[in-house]
């Protein structure tokens, strides 16, 4: 089981440990003397690596084979450096907030999942983010987790926290340890909790889980998801936070379904509704891609028409993306001729989901009066 990565990223090659925020940038030269001392299973670790390790991490590395030690990541044409899998749109909670709309349990057999992966690792995904639904409920998990960190991923898991205390998910978790568990928040109390999740119970399997996490030191980071229903423990939901050490953010903007929907746009806390900054252009379809559970590629999360199926394709399908994603920025549908256009706040995918929804203005476009 290895220790640490070694891979390109984008126009840089870096040598990472699964579970931490560092990294240690390496030249062309230096990738490339790993990449070809790797292939002997009796090379040694070079001598500069091993005093990098312990200036870094703090990790004793000397004496090891290269090739158990590091798991040294072959170079990729294609470009892609992050990639986001939904396992499964199903779930435990029942948000009313929640983007997926209709959480269907489906999704695909290990065979083609296994297949999907090895297709990220060779579009070059580093970081792979896991999410759903809820993902660790997902009963093909931990084979996904397993083969993505064996293939040198550096993985995300995005959970609502109820599982992280079973037995099994704190072994999975604690042998293998992943670069970040991002979990959502979503009030500081019971009442408010349960009553958002619209699921009894569920603030104490969110912090059973987290307190287990916490426990064994995993990198948590926390998202507070404000809506109407909680809106009033913002400042309880933070000092939790802080109480515990970790990072989080606050997520107070509402957006409709994938699907264009308007059920979640009620749920909206007005005196939480954040200007956006600026869109001035992502990745979105050139550096990372996002894959449904049925193994459709789009470009990202929300703009997820036109999609192309990675199953069917494989790697080679993903060299439409960068197309697709230029044509579905421009601003058609609604947008086109806008003088406020250069500024505007939100990305044409999005603003076509709120336009789909019947959304008032001020949920995502400056004509709204704000």
Same mark, same amino acid.
């Given at each position: 089981?290895?220790?640490?990565?070694?891979?390109?990223?984008?126009?840089?090659?870096?040598?990472?440990?699964?579970?931490?925020?560092?990294? !240690?940038?390496?030249?062309?030269?230096?990738?490339?003397?790993?990449?070809?001392?790797?292939?002997?299973?009796?090379?040694?670790?070079?001598?500069?690596?091993?005093?990098?390790?312990?200036?870094?991490?703090?990790?004793?590395? !000397?004496?090891?084979?290269?090739? %158990?030690?590091?798991?040294?990541?072959?170079? &990729?044409?294609?470009?892609?450096?992050?990639?986001?899998?939904?396992?499964?749109?199903? +779930?435990?909670?029942? +948000?009313?907030?929640?983007?997926?709309?209709?959480?269907?349990?489906?999704?695909?057999?290990?065979?083609?999942? %296994?297949?999907?992966?090895?297709?990220?690792?060779?579009?070059?995904?580093?970081?792979?983010?896991?999410?759903?639904?809820?993902?660790?409920?997902?009963?093909?998990?931990?084979?996904?987790?397993?083969?993505?960190?064996?293939?040198?991923?550096?993985?995300?898991?995005?959970?609502?926290?109820?599982?992280?205390?079973?037995?099994?998910?704190?072994?999975?978790?604690?042998?293998?340890?992943?670069?970040?568990?991002?979990?959502?928040?979503?009030?500081?109390?019971?009442?408010?909790?349960?009553?958002?999740?619209?699921?009894?119970? &569920?603030?104490?399997?969110?912090?059973?889980?987290?307190?287990?996490?916490?426990?064994?030191?995993?990198?948590?980071?926390?998202?507070?998801?404000?809506?109407?229903?909680?809106?009033?423990?913002?400042?309880?939901?933070?000092?939790?936070?802080?109480?515990?050490?970790?990072?989080?953010?606050?997520?107070?903007?509402?957006?409709?379904?994938?699907?264009?929907?308007?059920?979640?746009?009620?749920?909206?806390?007005?005196?939480?509704?954040?200007?956006?900054?600026?869109?001035?252009? *992502?990745?979105?379809?050139?550096?990372?891609?996002?894959?449904?559970?049925?193994?459709?590629?789009?470009? +990202?999360?929300?703009?997820?028409?036109?999609?192309?199926?990675?199953? %069917?394709?494989?790697?080679?399908?993903?060299?439409?993306?960068? %197309? !697709?994603?230029?044509?579905?920025?421009?601003?058609?549908?609604? *947008?086109?001729?806008?003088?406020?256009?250069?500024?505007?706040?939100?990305?044409?995918?999005?603003?076509?989901?709120?336009?789909?929804?019947?959304?008032?203005?001020?949920?995502?476009?400056?004509?709204?009066?704000?």
């Amino acid at each position: 089981m290895h220790a640490l990565i070694a891979s390109p990223f984008l126009d840089d090659y870096l040598v990472l440990k699964p579970d931490s925020q560092q990294a !240690v940038k390496i030249g062309a030269r230096k990738f490339d003397e790993l990449l070809t001392t790797s292939a002997d299973p009796e090379a040694r670790c070079p001598e500069w690596l091993t005093d990098a390790a312990r200036k870094r991490w703090d990790l004793d590395i !000397v004496g090891r084979h290269l090739a %158990e030690a590091v798991k040294v990541r072959t170079p &990729s044409s294609y470009g892609y450096g992050r990639a986001s899998y939904e396992l499964n749109l199903g +779930c435990n909670y029942d +948000c009313e907030h929640c983007y997926l709309g209709q959480k269907k349990f489906e999704g695909l057999g290990w065979r083609d999942r %296994e297949a999907l992966l090895h297709t990220m690792r060779d579009a070059g995904v580093l970081w792979l983010q896991l999410t759903g639904g809820e993902p660790t409920i997902d009963k093909l998990f931990p084979q996904v987790y397993n083969a993505a960190w064996d293939l040198g991923m550096m993985i995300t898991i995005s959970t609502n926290g109820s599982r992280l205390h079973s037995s099994q998910m704190f072994a999975l978790l604690t042998e293998r340890r992943p670069y970040r568990i991002t979990v959502s928040v979503y009030g500081a109390t019971a009442e408010a909790y349960d009553g958002l999740t619209r699921t009894r119970g &569920s603030f104490k399997a969110f912090t059973t889980g987290l307190a287990a996490a916490h426990e064994i030191g995993l990198p948590i980071h926390l998202n507070l998801v404000i809506t109407k229903h909680n809106a009033h423990e913002l400042d309880a939901m933070k000092a939790f936070a802080e109480g515990l050490g970790v990072t989080y953010n606050v997520y107070s903007n509402i957006s409709p379904t994938i699907h264009g929907g308007a059920e979640t746009l009620p749920s909206q806390s007005p005196e939480f509704l954040r200007e956006r900054k600026p869109f001035t252009g *992502c990745g979105a379809g050139h550096t990372h891609f996002h894959t449904d559970p049925h193994g459709m590629a789009s470009i +990202c999360k929300v703009g997820r028409d036109p999609q192309v199926s990675l199953v %069917e394709h494989g790697v080679e399908g993903l060299r439409t993306l960068a %197309e !697709v994603a230029d044509s579905l920025m421009l601003r058609t549908g609604g *947008c086109s001729g806008c003088a406020l256009s250069g500024t505007c706040w939100t990305c044409r995918p999005l603003a076509k989901l709120y336009q789909e929804a019947k959304s008032p203005l001020d949920r995502y476009c400056q004509h709204g009066g704000r």
